[in-house]
């Protein structure tokens, strides 16, 4: 078999970027290991160790483990699942979601036009609909704790009363709960103009109404998406893409109809921070929208100088990935093949191509302004500075050192060095456009309703790096600063990690918080007789509990058939379309509660 | 006798001219391969005829055999037919190889590592499976998606390694219990 030097780096990016790969490869913050996880400990434990840990080390190993509570239904907790019920044949594993439907962003994420990617479902479905031992209840939010003076509006599950009953806990949240933001003048001016790429992605993928926004202002030609991701990708596909494409798609009708009357983009700039190098986007994602900007003859723009200037800029990391390199090499094809059919110096003045797509490089967002002409195709001006690549060394003081990543910065026109003479690094770009997508990135939050007293939540979320504490392999610990574990609750997926990664991570990912909370219990125990606590209840206690304390939750929440009743009426409607969809979703929360309880659903539940 | 180079040898038996086994049909415990008993075997990626509904036909004695090595180093030894390809092969066998986009080259989980010699063998992977290989997690000179390799008669007794999903030890320890 291949040796370990034939071992490619998969994306060097992750040397710098919160990626779950490097999380996995790496090595957590603090080494804690359970006493009968290897019999290497005995050893270690010889070693000086943070006084918490040897604490919890002396109380975990007859932690039993018979009912485990996921909170959230998306691919991270659907994939633990289905990891620790491989593991424990008569463990109860328990999955309560706030939305009425499952799959997280499966299903309000992934764009419509890629089907393949939500054939994952179908085995969360079977792992589900098959098997007694597993359980999901939907329309059931998960707070920090109970809202004082009782829930307004919808009712949740306290994570307390998880912890209480239940022997694991998995935070499985996501992280698609907010957007980075760009704090920058204007950025919130315009609603309707300047926007996130999260809620126009909500937008066509049919979030239900009562959650999400209005339709985004399409009356313009140009639009500029802020961010060089595959979100940003995703939305330029779906503003570039002829309507009648996405007719078979499971976009909802009313979605494709209004791009197909309203929209009148022609125009996209991908703006990117820094260079080639350094985007964030996957190949497979730049291969489809070069592929459909070539089939669709919609023309590849860059500023060539600009890109070169930029493509030098990058790490030997960076180089050393074979991703990378062939990323961009795709790139730099597309922009040679750019530069060649501009033709200088041509006495026929070349047409203008009526459909266009700017990638543009070492830009960073400066300012909004809107100016309120009303016959304006152009009402906003997106200013934006030229960045210079900054590199970062390993050790700041000795430039000899490694650079381990690219920055960014700005460079005084006043000071030294002098500026460069074709105002690469100087200066700033206005694009005029109609339309702003800011897509730098989503942001996880804390649970809804969290004790604002950090003595009263088992743990303080990590608002700066956008995640739940922990210890790099889904043992949830008390704070950043904090290793401290906090007993019987694991974290995964986008929550764990940050809000990046595909499927295929947040799987790997789910294996190690699996792995972590089976090293942690004893399958085997029935009840805690170290701490002298019963045994844990589980379902039967937690629905007790909720049907005496929480009965606005007990009429609320609704168990997997409800969802199974939502996807046939779904399913169902999708068969009469014309063209046929896979399915054609319901878009309020209101109509899918009523279909969930054996009504019908109404031609306005569509719309 | 068929050897591989793992610990243990399972050596999948099967009647050749009987109907290729086809998961969605059939139940899916008590396996023709013995599991241990501690662990009733439940399938991980119950995924119904698009993922390996269509295994082919062969007459007795053009099975090809392929030896899958798994992340604990266990060899299982299974029978194909020509035009099967790795992935739908492993689901019928309840060999744990994961195929979340069901063959669509859409997640790069499906990511086996091949023998040099097979590999060279092989066509060339497509611009799309490379690209999606990139983001294979542990990325070798000789790694394809399982999902994209066809059986030949070539692929007689070759060994596919599945690679651990995780570097994390306790991952490690997991898979191997
Ligand atoms: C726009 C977009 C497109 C994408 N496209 C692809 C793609 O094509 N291919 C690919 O491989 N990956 C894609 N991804 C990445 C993929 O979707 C994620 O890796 C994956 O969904 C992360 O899984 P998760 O379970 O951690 O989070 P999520 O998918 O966000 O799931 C979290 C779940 O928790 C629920 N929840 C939230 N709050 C609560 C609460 N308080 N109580 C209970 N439940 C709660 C949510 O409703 C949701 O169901 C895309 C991501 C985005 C944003
Ligand atoms: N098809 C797919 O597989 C698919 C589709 C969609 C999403 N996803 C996954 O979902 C995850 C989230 O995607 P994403 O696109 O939201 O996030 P992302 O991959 O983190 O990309 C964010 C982009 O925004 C830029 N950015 C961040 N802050 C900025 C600022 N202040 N100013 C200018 N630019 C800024 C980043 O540049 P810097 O690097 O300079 O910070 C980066 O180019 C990713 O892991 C992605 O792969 C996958
Ligand atoms: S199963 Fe998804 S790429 Fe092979």
Redesign the pocket.
């Known amino acids: 078999m291949t040796s370990a030097a034939a071992v490619v780096t998969a994306t060097a990016r992750h040397a710098w970027h919160p990626c779950p790969i490097s999380i996995l490869s790496g090595i957590s913050r603090f080494s804690w290991r359970h006493p009968r996880s290897s019999p290497a400990s005995a050893s270690t434990s010889a070693l000086p160790r943070p006084k918490a840990l040897s604490t919890s080390t002396t109380s975990i190993p007859t932690t039993p483990l018979r009912h485990i509570a996921i ?7 659907l994939y633990t699942a289905t990891a620790l019920r491989k593991k424990l044949p008569d463990a109860h594993i328990d999955l ?4 009425a439907t ?5 299903r309000y ?3 419509p036009d ?1 089907p393949e ?1 939500a054939n994952v479902t179908h085995q969360f479905d079977a792992l589900v609909s098959n098997d007694p031992h597993i359980r999901v209840m939907t329309s ?4 920090g704790e109970m809202p004082a003076g009782g829930p307004a509006g919808r009712a949740g599950l306290p994570l307390d009363r998880l912890q209480q009953h239940y022997d694991a806990t998995v935070l ?6 907010a957007d980075r933001a760009l704090g920058v003048p204007g950025e919130d001016g315009v609603p309707s103009r300047i926007l996130s790429a999260r809620a126009f ?1 909500n937008w066509y993928n049919g979030r239900p109404r009562d959650v999400e926004i209005a339709p985004p202002a399409l009356d313009c030609t140009s639009v500029v998406i802020v961010g060089h991701g ?2 940003a990708l ?1 939305a330029a596909r779906i503003l570039l893409k002829a309507p009648s494409s996405l007719a078979a798609t499971d976009m909802p009708s009313s979605r494709v109809a209004y791009l197909a009357e309203h929209s009148r983009v022609r125009h996209v700039h991908l703006v990117g921070r820094r260079g080639p190098w350094q985007t964030a986007f996957t190949t497979p994602s730049l291969r489809e929208l070069l592929t459909l900007m070539k089939n669709d003859g919609i023309a590849f723009r860059t500023n060539p100088e600009r890109f070169w200037f930029w493509d030098k800029a990058r790490t030997p990391a960076e180089t050393a990935s074979r991703a990378n390199q062939r990323r961009v090499d795709l790139l730099r094809k597309a922009v040679d093949a750019s530069v060649t059919t501009l033709k200088p110096g041509c006495s026929v003045p070349e047409k203008e191509p009526d459909r266009t797509c700017t990638f543009h490089f070492g830009l960073a967002p400066r300012a909004f302004t809107f100016s309120k002409q009303a016959d304006s195709d152009v009402p906003i001006q997106a200013v934006f500075d030229h960045q210079e690549p900054r590199p970062v060394h390993a050790d700041p003081s000795d430039p000899a050192s490694p650079v381990i990543r690219i920055n960014v910065g700005t460079r005084d026109v006043v000071g030294s060095p002098p500026p460069s003479p074709d105002g690469l690094t100087v200066g700033t770009t206005t694009l005029p456009c109609g339309l702003v997508l800011k897509a730098v990135g ?1 942001r996880a939050q804390p ?2 309703f969290t004790p604002s007293n950090p003595t009263r939540a088992p743990f303080i979320f990590d608002t700066r790096r956008s995640r739940v504490p922990n210890a790099g392999d889904g043992q949830v610990v008390r704070s950043a600063d904090d290793p401290t574990p906090v007993p019987g609750l694991y974290v ?4 764990k990690h940050g809000p990046v ?6 799987w790997r990912d789910a294996l190690q918080t699996a792995s972590t909370i089976l090293a942690a219990h004893d399958p085997a125990a029935k009840a805690a007789p170290s701490t002298g606590s019963p045994a844990k209840g589980g379902w039967p206690a937690l629905e007790a509990d909720v049907a005496q304390t929480n009965p606005a939750l007990h009429a609320q929440w609704r168990p997997w058939t409800a969802w199974k009743r939502i996807e046939a009426a779904e399913l169902a409607r999708g068969a009469t379309q014309q063209p046929a969809k896979p399915r054609e979703k319901l878009l309020s929360e209101a109509a899918m509660h009523r279909v969930a309880d054996g009504g019908l659903p109404h031609d306005a539940d569509f719309v | 006798m068929r050897r591989a180079a793992g610990a243990a040898v399972r050596v999948a038996e099967r009647r050749a001219a009987a109907p290729r086994r086809t998961a969605a049909l059939l139940p899916r415990t008590g396996a023709w391969r013995p599991r241990p008993a501690a662990v009733p075997w439940r399938s991980f990626s119950a995924t119904p005829a698009a993922a390996h509904g269509n295994l082919h036909q062969c007459k007795p004695g053009e099975e090809i055999t392929i030896h899958f090595v798994m992340p604990s180093g266990e060899t299982i030894a299974v029978d194909g037919a020509p035009g099967d390809n790795l992935l739908e092969l492993a689901h019928a066998n309840d060999i744990d190889l994961e195929g979340a986009c069901e063959g669509s080259i ?2 790069s989980t499906c990511h086996v590592i091949l023998e040099p010699e097979v590999f060279d063998a092989l066509e060339e992977p497509t611009d799309e499976e490379n690209d999606m290989l990139d983001l294979a997690f542990g990325l070798t000179e000789t790694s394809r998606l399982g999902c994209q390799i066809n059986l030949t008669p070539d692929l007689q007794g070759m060994k596919v390694r599945i690679p651990s999903a995780t570097r994390n030890v306790q991952s490690e320890k997991m898979q191997n219990t």
């Open positions: 909170v959230g239904a998306g691919p991270a907790g309560f979601e706030a939305h499952p799959y997280g962003l499966v994420g992934v764009a890629h990617v059931c939010p998960v707070y499985a949240y996501g992280g698609a709960g992605v595959n979100v995703d989503y649970l809804p995964v997926g986008w929550l990664g595909t499927i295929a991570s947040t | 859409a997640c």
